[in-house]
Structures are given as structure tokens and as C-alpha cells.
């Protein structure tokens, strides 16, 4: 396709530069601070993705705390359960997405409504009927709330076996029910309806509008797109989302980009991004979480800085590179290290259980001075972890 219009050539260091800036990388304080800034890095980023593993603090607060120096845990807590600024549904996995864009997601609460949900088939309607009702009598709840539960085994590794359980799940995903808090890992489900307030719902984006939506998103977050990065893992998207991109390169509002090592792939950009592609980066030490929106689409992690992260935490140990839970360590624009961290809530420290110099950017006359930066970076990440 975008052989039929001029594209830019785009070495890598410029295209690093983008992604940074585009991710808010490249400052210290580019949300601000207190609630506000949560509310705000999460409508920029487009989603924030939620995980289980806690052998540091949830990535949810890592990814925020990276881009909010003095984030607190109670912010994100204001923002989803108190001015409801942001909600939770499923992007590439479970998220937190700006309240203001639940409209295009509506079709996938409506699809669910109508096929159900492959994780779930086997919720009974009578299982369903009951946590509805009583989460219409007597309010939100958790699924501690509900223990007359008989068990059943489970459909898939991850299944859970009460069937309450399941049942708010299939309703949360059907729109029908929103988590109203999370406590750890531990949810509050509501009325979605109730917990905002609305006399109506909002009314469903078209499929014109989510591909526009889509593509938008990806182009605020990562400055430099592919079909790949805007549609990660959602292969269904792409062929609506190409017939976006080839509107508005006919239009001139993007342009194809020849990104050095990409190959064929395919790349876009806006023609402002592009302006400002030489400025150099600034050299503030990030330690990311492994599903930092850096970090999580590994290929193009890989192919813009030449850094190819492993999440190990379901390897063997004795097959592990880097560690359980290795976190990458920017500084600037390069990826210099991968540190296996864990926090021993117990006795109250950080503790580097290994730690691996990769890439091009850390060179051994260089490593002197960069461990001096990254430990001191480490001294806030581990003020972090122990916060209350």
C-alpha cells in the first residue's frame, strides 16, 4: 500500500525518540501529580494493564508510578470507585481505560450479551439470576460476600470453581455489572448502570468510529504505528483498520514510514511527529514493568531497541535468562539492563535477586556510572514498594 505514496525513512534512535515522547517517557512529571494525573496518564496511554503477579507491586501501579513520580495507590482507587474517571474491561488483557471511551466498547459488552463468552460457556443461567439479584437488593459485592457456593470442577487452568464466581464475570463482561473497586486482587462488583449514574446507557460506537478510535489511541501512545501495534493481539481488526490508514494517507494525515530493520513491515505516522523525530532524547532511569505499554508487544520492543525482553515467570528455573520477573531499565533511549526484583514485605526491602546488562548501551566503560544511576532510581522504586 504505501508503495504508492513517498515514505520517510526512519532510523531507529528517531523512531526510539517518538515512541518515548509519545509515552511520556522522556520528563518526569508530564501528568502532574495527585488523582488528576492518574485520570490523565490513563485517557493519554489508552489503557493500563492489570496483572496478578505481585512479587513487586502490580504493574497497574508500576506503569503509573513510572510516569507519576509521587503516585499513590489510593489515586487510582479516587479515580475508578470515586469520580469514576476510569473503568476496567478487556483490552489485550483486563485494563483500566478512560471512562470517557466506554462507548467503544459497548459492542463487545453486546456481542458477549448475545454469544456468551468462550471462558465461560458453562455459566448456568440460574447461577447468573442469582448474583444479579442480589446484587440488585442489597447492593455491590464480592465474591466473599456469596458462600453458599457448591463447587465444580473447572473448565480451564485459570477457571474458578464457584460457579458465583463465573457468573460475575459473564456479567461484567456483558456490561451488565462493573468492578466499582478492587482491593488487591479482590473485587467489587455493581450495577455498571448504578455505579455511573446513567438514565441510559451510552449508545455503541460504529465499527467506523472504533476503528477510528483504535488507530487514534495507537497513534497517541506510540507516535509510530503498524498494523501490528495498533491491532495487538486483535488479528480480526486489521483489515478495517488498513482501510483507515489508506483514508488518511489519501488525505495526507499520515505518512508511510521506512523504518530502518523493519523489513516489509508497514509503519505510519502523523507528518508532526515527524517534525520533531531528530530531538534528542532527555536521561531519566525508568525501571518498567514487563507490561509497560514499552514493553508488552515484545516484537516491537525488540525491533526498536534492539532488545529482546523474556518474561520467565512460567519458565523452569534453570532455563531462565534474566530471572522470575525481570523489569527492563531505561535509561534515555536504551534499554541497558533487565533486573530480577522482589519486595520482602517482611523485612521491609528490595532485594535484587539477579541482575543483567543487555544491549548495545551498556558498555562495560559505561557500566560504572550507569549502576550508580540505576541504584539510585532503585532507592525510589524500593520507597515505592513499601509505601502504605
Known sequence: MSGAKKS????????RHIWLRAQRLDTSSPFGEGPPATAAAVEHLGYVQIDTINVIERCHHHILWTRIPDYRRADLRQAQSVDKTVFEYWT??????PAK?????????????????????????????KVLTLIRRDGALTIRDIDDDVLVDKEHLWASRKPSKRALQLAFYTGVLTISERNGMLKT???????????????????????????????????????????????????????????????????????????????????ETLESAGDAASEPVHILSPFDPLIIQ????????????????YVPKEKRRFGYFAL????????VAALDLKTDRK???????????????????????????????????ERFQLAE
Do not use: N
Not at 298 to 305: D, E, G, I, N, V
Open 92 to 97: 489485550h488483557a483486563l485494563s483500566y481505560v
Open 189 to 271: 462488583y455493581e450495577l455498571m448502570q448504578r455505579h455511573f449514574g446513567w438514565d441510559k446507557p451510552p449508545k455503541p460506537a460504529s465499527a467506523r468510529e472504533a476503528s477510528a478510535y483504535l488507530l487514534d489511541r495507537a497513534l497517541r501512545a506510540q507516535g509510530v504505528v503498524s498494523l501490528d501495534s495498533i491491532c495487538h493481539l486483535d488479528a480480526p481488526s486489521k483489515p478495517s483498520i488498513r482501510r483507515s490508514i489508506e483514508a488518511r494517507v489519501r488525505a495526507k494525515q499520515l505518512v508511510p514510514v521506512e523504518l530502518e530493520g523493519a523489513g516489509k513491515q508497514e509503519h505510519w505516522a502523523r507528518p
Open 298 to 313: 515484545r516484537k516491537r520492543t525488540h525491533l526498536f531497541f534492539d532488545y529482546e525482553h523474556r518474561f520467565e515467570a
Open 328 to 335: 527492563p531499565v531505561l535509561v534515555g533511549d536504551d534499554i
Open 101 to 129: 471511551d466506554l462507548r467503544f466498547f459497548v459492542p463487545a459488552m453486546m456481542r458477549h450479551r448475545r454469544e456468551g463468552h468462550k471462558w465461560l460457556s458453562g455459566v448456568r443461567p440460574a447461577d447468573l439470576r
Open 347 to 381: 523485612s521491609r526491602e528490595l532485594l535484587v535477586q539477579r541482575w543483567s546488562w543487555v544491549g548495545d548501551g551498556a558498555p562495560r566503560a559505561a557500566r560504572k556510572d550507569l549502576r550508580r544511576r540505576i541504584e539510585e532510581e532503585l532507592h525510589r522504586f
Open 8 to 15: 520517510r525513512p526512519l532510523t531507529k534512535a528517531e523512531a
